[in-house]
C-alpha cells in the first residue's frame, strides 16, 4: 500500500511558479515509478509528468514540456513538480500518482497507476 499526500497548490497569477509536493508513505518508495496529472473542470484527467524509480527516465505531457519539472527524493519519499511559465489553462486539480513499475509506452496512461493522491488545487488567473 502507499499513501500519497499532495501540498503547493494555490492561486497564482500568469506567468507564475508554483511547486507541487507528494509525500509517500511506502517503505519502498524508492521502487516505485511516479506520475503527475490534472483534471480540470468537465474535462478528462490529462497527464502531466512521469519519472522512474530512479529518477533517470522522465516524460512529459507536450502541454508543458519546457515548463514542468518533475524530480524526486527517495532519502525523504517525495516527488515534486516544478511548474514555471503557467498558464490559465494549467488551472486544475493535480494529482500525484504511484505504479509498481515505469512502463515505457504506458506511463501516461492513468489506469496503470495503482494508487493516487486526493488532489491538489492549482489556480493560475490571468
Known amino acids: 500500500q502507499v499513501q500519497l499526500v499532495e501540498s503547493g497548490g494555490g492561486l497564482v497569477q500568469a506567468g507564475g511558479s508554483l511547486r507541487l509536493s507528494c509525500a509517500a508513505s511506502?517503505?519502498?518508495?524508492?521502487?516505485?515509478?511516479m506520475g503527475w496529472f490534472r483534471q480540470a473542470p468537465g474535462k478528462e484527467r490529462e497527464f502531466v509528468a512521469a519519472?522512474?524509480?530512479?529518477?533517470?527516465?522522465?516524460n512529459y505531457g507536450d502541454s508543458v514540456k519546457g515548463r514542468f519539472t518533475i524530480s524526486r527524493d527517495n532519502a525523504k519519499n517525495t516527488v515534486s513538480l516544478q511548474m514555471n511559465s503557467l498558464k490559465p489553462d494549467d488551472t486544475a486539480v493535480y494529482y500525484c500518482?504511484?505504479?509498481?513499475?515505469?512502463?515505457?509506452?504506458?506511463?501516461?496512461?492513468?489506469?496503470?497507476?495503482?494508487?493516487w493522491g486526493q488532489g491538489t488545487q492549482v489556480t493560475v488567473s490571468s
Open positions: 519519472l522512474s524509480s530512479s529518477g533517470g527516465i522522465t
Open positions: 511506502a517503505r519502498t518508495f524508492s521502487s516505485y515509478a
Open positions: 500518482a504511484a505504479r509498481p513499475s515505469y512502463g515505457s509506452r504506458t506511463f501516461y496512461q492513468n489506469k496503470e497507476y495503482a494508487y
